[in-house]
Every structure is written in C-alpha cells, then in structure tokens.
C-alpha cells in the first residue's frame, strides 16, 4: 500500500455507526427550541421532569415490553454487565485451562444469567414505573406527573425518520383514577405542544384496545384469530406469523396487497365490554369538549402488550412511511406488572427525529441561523471597547461573534455575511474616541450612530418588532 493510500485509509476510519448520527448546529438550535417549549408546555399541565439511567436491566424491558415484542426480542442492544462479564470470563479461563467443568460451563453466553443482561433502553415508559415503584411515589399526592426526554436504541433498519439511536420525549400519568378526563387532558397538552412547537397538518388518531378480560379484548383476539384463519392465505408471511404470536399486530399491516382483506376483519369496538365502551364515549366527549380534533381508527392497537383502553397515534406529514410523531396509551397495568402496587397509568412518546424532520419540511420551524451581531473592530484601544460591548450584548441576550484577531473592516463585513450575521458593530479609534458607535443593518447596508446605552436599546426594539 502506498503512504497516500494507507493515509486515505486512517482519515475514512471513524464515522457515526450505521443508524446514529450528530446532530449539528443550526439544527440543534431547533431540537433546543422543541426541548424548551416541551418543558414549558408540560410545566403549564403540572409535570415534572424524571431523567432516567439510559441503561436498565434487560427483564425490566422483557417484562414490561413484553418478550415477544419486536422490540425486546430482536431490536434491543443487549450486553453483560461488564462487571461481572469479568468475572465469568475468568472463570471460564480456569475451566478452559484446566478442564475442570468445562462441559457444565459451556459457552459464556451460557455462564452468565439473565439477570446480568443489561440493555440500552429502547423506550421509558418501563423505566419511569420502575422509578415510580422504587422511590414509593405511590405515597405522594396522586397522580404522578412525569415527563422525560432523551435518547433510545433500537436496532431497526435505518431509513428517513428511523435511526438506532432517537430521541423520545415523553410523559406518563401514574396513579389516581383512570377517570376519561385523564386521558384526554393528556392528549389535550399533546395537541397544545405540537401546536406551540409549530407542527403543521398533524392528525390525531384514537381508539380503544378494551381490557385483557374474556368479556372484551379477549373475545375480539377470539373472533379476530378466527376471522385472519379463514383469509390467512391472501396473507402475507409476516401476517402469517402473527395470527399465532400476536393477531392484534396483523392490523399494523402497511402492506398494499393485505389493506382491502384486513379491512373485512372484525372491529374491536363491536366486541368492547359495557365499561370499556363507557370510557371510550366519555373520552371523545371530553376531547371535543377541549375543542381536540379527533379521527377514530379501530386498528390503531399499538405493538407493546401492556396497553389497554385508550390507544392514540399522532400522524405528520413530510415524513414518508415513518409518519407517527407520537404514540401512546392507557396502560393500567403496567406497575402491578413490575412489582408495585396496582396503578393507573396513560403516556406517551413523541420521536423527536420526526417532529424536527416535520418542522424542517414545513419550513415554519427553520432553526434561526447566525448571529444577531458580528464586532468589527480595528485597533488596540477598539478592541478592549469591543470586548465589554461583546459582554454587554451577550448579557442582554445577543449572540455575539467577537474575532480574535485584528482584521480590516472590509474582511470583517465579508465575514459578518457568511455567518448570517443581523448587523455589524463597527468600532475603531473614531468610534472609541467619540463614544459613537456605528451599528450596520446587514440586510439593507444602512448605517447609523449609537451611544453605548442607546445602542442596547435600539437593538431591543428591533427585537421585539422581529418577534
Ligand atoms: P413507540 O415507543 O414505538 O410507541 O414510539 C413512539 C414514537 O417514537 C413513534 O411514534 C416514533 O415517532 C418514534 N420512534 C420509534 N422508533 C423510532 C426509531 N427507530 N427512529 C426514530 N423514531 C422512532
């Protein structure tokens, strides 16, 4: 190989793995935009923020998840707890070594047990009714209000809008009553967030799953296997498959061939026991009621097994076949499951990735690119002025681009445009000794003069006009 060619080998090494990616300004500022406004609009319906560990126990996921899940079963980035990998790893040496039990040992997949997977998380909603049932939240006021927001794994295939690595921003209501008003109220601060946060066309799609008893959704799994039986042929192979594992999911379908043969299968609302069709009335009442517009759609049943009753999804558009911003769900008996107290519980989860893609293709949420003002200076004595203009403006809340070193005023304007800058403040040894400043607006090249503190002022005017 030669020196270029192994060079050019070293610089290709290090790239993002497949499914992750940085997230890079201006972009960023608007991720920040989104983040902000979700912790104000949360703050306004009474939650607080819960940071959760970004790694749990592999069986907190299996449990809550569900094993069979997709998820938990094929998706989920799963390792031994190095601590202790080291341990078996040890061991297994030893038994390599000397032969002694080596054939109970086995492989060292086999030596350590599954309560020393740890996994990268894949959601939250498990992690919170983990910390719920921990920090005995059971005992302060009910309902918990919690929100979160940060990073999940799962190991799908990556394409526009689905990654390895997104982002989830989330809330869960634990505790209290399971009243309709809960869940509407959620999906109401929902609907207020995408519609602050400036999320354009978004439609809102709900439905009830019923509860898991032989009266309601266990008769429809009934009459749904029984129906799927009878077209299983006009199936394809993933449809095929799920009859046995998971009938619900079949109706998860998107592809083209199966759409006009699910859409003669049975619907959950015909099968719906009289108090999950009372829940499921009053909680549409209570959406129009909150003025939240609604489309029902009876085979919106979500993939995790936990959820019952309320089932909601959040459509956008610009963003192809990944088009759910948002997911959620009743899900009563979620903490039971994972060793706490029985517990009333509705949540959801916004993909971040998406939303930002929505708002970059609606054009409404384009991060504010470049600085409000960039200090040409020239001279020694300019740039001790400039420097405290540059603390002063920042202080009072401009983005400020300060050069470190001397350049003409020319070079400096030049520089101004490519980083978008709004105006130039140009200070040199006239302007430091007259105590006159000049303020250049970019946009229009028009000039005019400031002292330091009418300066301040003239640029949060302008604010609040721009705003
Ligand atoms: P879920 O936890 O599956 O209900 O997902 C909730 C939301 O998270 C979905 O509606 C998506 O917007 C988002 N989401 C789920 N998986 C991914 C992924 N692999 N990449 C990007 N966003 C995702």
């Not at 094929?74 to 080291?86: G, I, L, S, V």
């Not at 109970?104 to 983990?130: H, K, Q």
């Not at 809330?171 to 209290?176: N, P, R, S, V």
């Not at 799953?209 to 394809?236: E, F, S, V």
Request: glycine fraction near 8%.
């Amino acid at each position: 190989m030669s020196d270029a060619t192994a060079k050019k080998e070293e610089r290709r090494k290090f790239q993002a793995i497949r499914g992750t990616r940085d997230l890079l300004p201006p972009e960023t500022a608007l991720w920040n935009r989104v983040e902000q406004t979700a912790n104000e609009v949360f703050a306004t319906f009474g939650y607080g923020e819960i940071r959760l560990p970004i790694f749990e126990s592999t069986e907190l996921f299996a449990r809550a998840v569900g094993g069979e899940t997709d998820i938990v079963s094929k998706e989920m980035y799963t390792f031994p707890n190095p601590m202790r990998f080291a341990e078996f790893y040890t061991k297994l040496l030893h038994s390599v070594k000397t032969g002694e039990g080596a054939n109970e040992m086995g492989t060292l997949a086999d030596l350590i047990p599954e309560s020393e997977m740890i996994s990268l998380r894949p959601e939250a909603t498990a992690s919170v009714c983990r910390a719920y049932i921990e920090h005995n939240m059971q005992q302060l006021p009910q309902p918990v209000k919690l929100y979160y927001m940060g990073p999940m794994f799962r190991s799908e295939r990556p394409q526009k809008g689905r990654y390895r690595q997104f982002y989830q921003i989330g809330a869960e209501i634990l505790g209290g009553t399971d009243a309709p008003a809960i869940d509407a109220e959620v999906i109401e601060m929902l609907m207020t967030f995408f519609d602050k946060v400036g999320l354009q066309g978004a439609t809102l799609y709900i439905n009830s799953i019923g509860h898991n008893g032989p009266d309601c959704r266990r008769a429809y799994i009934g009459a749904l296997y029984n129906a799927l039986l009878k077209i299983k042929d006009q199936l394809g192979p993933d449809s095929q498959r799920r009859i046995d594992t998971n009938p619900l999911r079949v109706l998860d379908s998107k592809l083209e061939s199966e759409q006009p043969i699910i859409a003669t299968l049975p619907h959950i609302a015909d099968h719906l026991c009289d108090e999950c069709k009372t829940h499921y009335a009053e909680v549409k009442r209570q959406l129009q009621v909150r003025g939240v517009l609604y489309q029902e759609n009876w085979r919106l049943v979500r993939g995790l097994d936990y959820y019952m009753r309320t089932t909601f999804e959040i459509t956008a558009p610009g963003l192809g076949s990944q088009n759910a911003v948002c997911g959620g769900g009743r899900y009563d008996g979620l903490v039971e499951l994972l060793g706490g107290p029985p517990t009333k519980g509705i949540g959801f989860a916004i993909g971040e990735d998406r939303l930002i893609l929505s708002l970059q293709e609606s054009r409404k949420g384009q991060a504010q690119q470049g600085r409000d003002i960039y200090i040409a200076w020239m001279g020694e004595k300019a740039y001790a002025t400039a420097i405290r203009a540059a603390k002063d403006l920042r202080k009072a809340g401009f983005s400020v681009e300060l050069p470190p070193v001397e350049q003409k005023f020319g070079k400096a304007l030049g520089q101004a445009d490519k980083l978008g800058a709004k105006y130039a403040l140009i200070l040199g040894d006239n302007e430091v000794s007259e105590g006159l400043w000049t303020l250049k607006t970019l946009s229009d090249g028009t000039q005019q003069k400031f002292t330091e503190s009418d300066l301040l002022e003239f640029l949060r005017q302008q604010e609040k006009v721009s705003s």
